[in-house]
């Protein structure tokens, strides 16, 4: 009884303090009446991109979700994840970390969730609709998706922006023809507005999406601090391994070099997704945590995606 009466005055305090609106994503940026995006760039600005030096593993990394390895321990953590929208502090702390070695760019969470919930089973169920930890590594004209929940369902999406699929170009392949891969359009998370219905949000217009389209070679665990779907007891979260192999990578790194070289920089999304209930009803839309301001509910924005610098430096 005391713990659900603890978490119910922190959420009514949170949801009831002033200027904050968990529905503030969605309006932050309405349409304009001639049918264009209201904003003419985008919701993030400079000063909202979070900058962040990814060191070199000085060791093995096994991904088993525990991140007990000595690298992970010494390894710089984010600050507490934002709410994506408005950049306040979120309810529940969330950090993340990056490393990596000439095989493998390695990334970890560590997130405080109280009743660990994970329900989905079915990969590429949508898993954002429950509590998830996501990364979206942006290629330039392609970015990837991936989402976990707890229980170590994933959910994994490839993207060619439009503008950049042209016949005889480098995306002109069989892997990505279009009609022979059931692709899709896509506009972004906000792209359903009557005036944007077509041509999405994003000033840089549609993506191509592969449904299904995974990262060849991950490798991701997750490992839970508690008892997983059982709110009888506070957990105290669960957390997130993942190997990305350079060597498969190719579509993501264009022109760049794999591995990186010292001083390279690539944008990456870090962000979860929580559903959360106020007296036996869903917050909407889900609160959408991050490492740094979007402006909006939207995770498909390479923009607004956190910039990681890579160094050959080993973490100590």
């Given at each position: 009884m005391k713990k659900t009466t603890l978490l119910g005055v922190a959420l009514a305090l949170l949801l009831a303090?002033?200027?904050?609106?968990?529905?503030?994503?969605?309006?932050?940026?309405?349409?304009?009446?001639?049918?264009?995006?209201?904003?003419?760039?985008?919701?993030?600005?400079?000063?909202?991109?979070?900058?962040?030096?990814?060191?070199?593993?000085?060791?093995?990394?096994?991904?088993?979700?525990?991140?007990?390895?000595?690298?992970?321990?010494?390894?710089?953590?984010?600050?507490?994840?934002?709410?994506m929208a408005t950049g306040e502090p979120a309810i529940y702390g969330t950090r993340a970390a990056v490393l990596w070695d000439d095989q493998n760019l390695y990334i970890a969470f560590w997130i405080e969730e109280p009743f660990v919930q994970a329900k989905l089973t079915e990969k590429n169920s949508l898993i954002f609709n429950e509590n998830d930890a996501e990364v979206f590594i942006d290629g330039g004209d392609t970015y990837y998706e991936f989402e976990t929940n707890a229980r170590g369902t994933t959910y994994q999406m490839f993207y060619i922006w439009r503008d950049a699929y042209k016949k005889g170009g480098r995306f002109d392949v069989p892997e990505f023809d279009v009609v022979k891969n059931n692709a899709m359009t896509f506009g972004g998370d906000y792209d359903r507005q009557a005036p944007t219905f077509w041509k999405g949000t994003n000033p840089r217009g549609l993506r191509w999406v592969y449904f299904g389209r995974g990262f060849p070679g991950l490798q991701s665990a997750t490992h839970v601090d508690g008892t997983l779907n059982d709110n009888s007891d506070v957990d105290k979260g669960w957390t997130v391994e993942l190997a990305f192999p350079w060597k498969d990578a190719k579509w993501l790194a264009g022109d760049r070099p794999l591995p990186p070289k010292e001083g390279d920089t690539w944008k990456i999304f870090f962000g979860r997704f929580e559903l959360l209930r106020v007296a036996g009803a869903e917050v909407q839309p889900h609160p959408g945590w991050a490492w740094n301001r979007h402006g909006v509910y939207d995770t498909h924005l390479p923009q607004c995606w956190t910039a990681v610098q890579f160094s050959t430096r080993p973490v100590q």
């Open positions: 303090s002033p200027g904050k609106s968990w529905c503030q994503g969605a309006a932050s940026a309405p349409p304009q009446a001639d049918g264009k995006a209201a904003a003419a760039h985008y919701p993030c600005s400079e000063s909202d991109i979070a900058h962040y030096t990814a060191r070199r593993a000085t060791g093995p990394i096994r991904v088993d979700g525990l991140l007990d390895e000595p690298d992970w321990q010494k390894a710089e953590k984010s600050p507490r994840f934002v709410d």
